[in-house]
């Protein structure tokens, strides 16, 4: 069975600076999906990124980028410029590609963000 | 488009109640899952739907049923609510094999039961 683990429960950052995120986890497929949703006080679950596996690219959307290394099956987010509405619950999670398993995410504990004004 | 919607928002249940969770989605989705999120925990799958008519299992299973008899529709059904099902519950949909594989939540409902 695959697991996400997320070591850091909580993190802060000063606001304008850059904070990386970190994100571990355990498979034995080789074709997969990578997801970082961020949850705001709202509780709404927002796709901050996600990357596939078999893509050596790193995935950039805007100030959010990921450090993607597949060897060592870990994926981190970095925020850049981080901003007051960056501070949320950061969730990473896994998804298998395989046709029949891919209903399934299966997440990490979650991250605290604070931002500092 | 509404995407996924969850009703009701919020709800508190005496412990031996039953009450269903209703979830829907306008995106013509095949999978539909329901998740619940606990206090350090993350979020686990419940239940999870490949289509209408198919069902099946996640990792906390116990204590819930679902159906889904057409696409769009994939109700929660607590039988008989226990304090330890008290959580954050979200529905989530996403489209099948050949699809973007990203999965869209409802707004989610929060449960007590006292």
């Known amino acids: 069975a695959q697991t996400v683990t997320q070591s850091q429960p909580e993190m802060s950052v000063q606001e304008a600076e850059t904070v990386t995120l970190s994100c571990t986890y355990d498979?034995?497929?080789?074709?997969?999906?990578l997801f970082w949703y961020k949850q705001p006080p709202s509780r709404q679950m927002i796709l901050v990124i996600r990357?596939?596996?078999?893509?050596?690219q790193n995935a950039t959307e805007n100030r959010f980028s990921v450090n993607f290394q597949k060897a060592a099956k870990s994926f981190s987010l970095k925020i850049s410029d981080s901003q007051l509405g960056d501070a949320a619950m950061y969730f990473c999670?896994?998804?298998?590609?395989?046709?029949?398993?891919?209903?399934?995410?299966?997440f990490g504990k979650g991250m605290k963000l604070t931002v500092n004004p | 488009n509404a995407g996924v919607t969850q009703t009701p928002k919020f709800q508190v249940l005496k412990t031996g109640q039953s009450m269903t969770l209703q979830c829907a989605q306008d995106?013509?989705?095949?999978?539909m899952s329901w998740y619940r999120q606990d206090p350090g925990m993350g979020l686990r799958l419940i239940h999870y739907?490949?289509?209408?008519?198919?069902?099946d299992q996640g990792e906390v299973p116990n204590g819930y049923n679902v159906s889904r008899s057409t696409t769009e529709d994939f109700p929660l059904r607590l039988l008989s609510a226990a304090p330890s099902q008290t959580s954050v519950y979200f529905c989530?949909?996403?489209?099948?094999?050949?699809?973007?594989?990203?999965?869209?939540f409802g707004p989610g409902t929060r449960l007590t039961v006292t």
């Open positions: 995106m013509n989705h095949e999978y």
């Open positions: 498979t034995s497929e080789s074709d997969y999906y």
């Open positions: 990357q596939e596996a078999y893509k050596q």
């Open positions: 999670a896994y998804r298998s590609a395989i046709k029949g398993g891919s209903e399934k995410l299966v």
């Open positions: 739907s490949v289509g209408a008519g198919i069902t």
């Open positions: 989530a949909s996403s489209y099948g094999a050949g699809g973007s594989y990203e999965q869209y």
